[in-house]
C-alpha cells in the first residue's frame, strides 16, 4: 500500500487522510515547506488565519503544476471573527489566491463568548455559496457539537482536535463517529515528541518495521482511522512523515500504543480556552 488514503466526509466529498501542518511557520517557511510537500506527494494542506502565513501558502499553491481539483486546502476562523464569517473567509482567500477552500474550521468554540453557533449558520451559507466546499470544527467537545447539530440540524465533517499517544480522546472520537464527524488530529507527535518518542513500545516497533518514531505514531493515526496533519517546516522531515504509506501496524501494535494514553492535554482546554 503506497498510495494516498482519503477519507469520505458526511457531505460526500473525500478527503487525503494524510496533510501538512503548516502552525508556527513563517511565510518564508511555508512557501518552502508547501512546494517541497506537494513534491513528495502531500495534496492536503492545513492553515488558519491565527497562523499569519496565508500569504504563503497563497503563493507556494500559485507556483504548483497540481490542478486546483488535486489540492486540499483547509484554513481557520479564528476566535474573533466568529460573528464576521463571511469576512474572515473573504480575507482568507485572498490571501490563499483561491475561489474556494476545501474545508473551512472553526478554530475553537469560545462557549464564553457565546457566538459559535451563529459562526456555525453563517459558515453553512459560505457552504453552500460555493466558498467553502466543506464545513467543520476544531477543539469541540460533545455539548458544543450536540448544540449545533440541536440548533441548525448541520453536522460538522471534520472535528480537529488534540490527539496523540498521550491524549487519545476516545470518548470523543466514538461520538464523532457514531454522528459520521471524521476526527482529525493536531500535535499528533505531541509536540516534537515529547514523552513519547522514548516510549519502549514505540522504540520497538521503529526498530521492528525500520522506521522513526515519528513514523511509528504517524501510522498509528492512520490506522486508528484519524485524519492526521504532521508539521514540519524541514524538507528531510516532511518527506520522512509521508513515508509512511508502505506498511501498517497490526492490531496488537495498535492495542500496545493505546495503552499510552494519560489523557496529558499540551494545548489549551477548549472549556476555557478564549484567546481573541
Known amino acids: 500500500m503506497t498510495t494516498q488514503p482519503f477519507v469520505i466526509l458526511n457531505d460526500g466529498y473525500s478527503m487525503p487522510q494524510l496533510g501538512l501542518g503548516v502552525w508556527q511557520a513563517s511565510n518564508?517557511?511555508?512557501l518552502t515547506a508547501v512546494r517541497e510537500a506537494l513534491n513528495v506527494g502531500y495534496r492536503s494542506i492545513d492553515t488558519a488565519a491565527i497562523y499569519k502565513?496565508?500569504?504563503?501558502?497563497?503563493?507556494?499553491?500559485?507556483?504548483?503544476?497540481?490542478?486546483?481539483?488535486?489540492?486540499?486546502?483547509?484554513?481557520?476562523?479564528?476566535?474573533?471573527?466568529?460573528?464576521?464569517?463571511?469576512?474572515?473567509?473573504?480575507?482568507?482567500?485572498?490571501?490563499?489566491?483561491l475561489e474556494y477552500v476545501d474545508l473551512y474550521l472553526m478554530h475553537w468554540p469560545v462557549p464564553s463568548q457565546n457566538t459559535y453557533v451563529q459562526a456555525w449558520r453563517d459558515m453553512v451559507k459560505l457552504k453552500e455559496e460555493g466558498l467553502a466546499k466543506s464545513i467543520g470544527v476544531?477543539?469541540?467537545?460533545?455539548?458544543?457539537?450536540?448544540?449545533?447539530?440541536?440548533?441548525?440540524?448541520?453536522?460538522?465533517?471534520?472535528?480537529?482536535?488534540?490527539?496523540?499517544?498521550?491524549l487519545q480522546q476516545r470518548e470523543l472520537r466514538q461520538w464523532n463517529a457514531a454522528h459520521n464527524i471524521h476526527t482529525e488530529s493536531w500535535s499528533p507527535l505531541a509536540q516534537g515528541g515529547k514523552g513519547?518518542?522514548?516510549?519502549?513500545?514505540?522504540?520497538?516497533?521503529?526498530?521492528?518495521?525500520?522506521?522513526?518514531p515519528a513514523q511509528i505514531v504517524i501510522r498509528w493515526h492512520l490506522d486508528s482511522g484519524l485524519v492526521v496533519i504532521p508539521k514540519s517546516v524541514t524538507p528531510a522531515r516532511i518527506k520522512k512523515n509521508f513515508a509512511v504509506l508502505d506498511f501498517r501496524l497490526e492490531q496488537n501494535e495498535l492495542d500496545a500504543i493505546a495503552k499510552l494514553d494519560s489523557g496529558k492535554r499540551l494545548g489549551p482546554?477548549?472549556?476555557?480556552?478564549?484567546?481573541?
Open 28 to 30: 518564508q517557511e511555508v
Open 53 to 97: 502565513n496565508e500569504t504563503g501558502v497563497g503563493e507556494a499553491l500559485q507556483q504548483t503544476d497540481l490542478k486546483r481539483q488535486e489540492l486540499f486546502i483547509t484554513t481557520k476562523l479564528w476566535n474573533a471573527d466568529q460573528t464576521v464569517a463571511p469576512k474572515a473567509l473573504e480575507e482568507s482567500l485572498n490571501k490563499l489566491q
Open 138 to 166: 476544531c477543539n469541540f467537545h460533545v455539548p458544543h457539537l450536540q448544540r449545533l447539530l440541536d440548533e441548525t440540524g448541520v453536522t460538522p465533517v471534520i472535528n480537529q482536535i488534540e490527539l496523540h499517544p498521550l
Open 196 to 212: 513519547v518518542f522514548d516510549q519502549k513500545v514505540i522504540r520497538a516497533l521503529a526498530e521492528k518495521y525500520g522506521k522513526s
Open 269 to 276: 482546554n477548549p472549556e476555557n480556552f478564549v484567546k481573541p
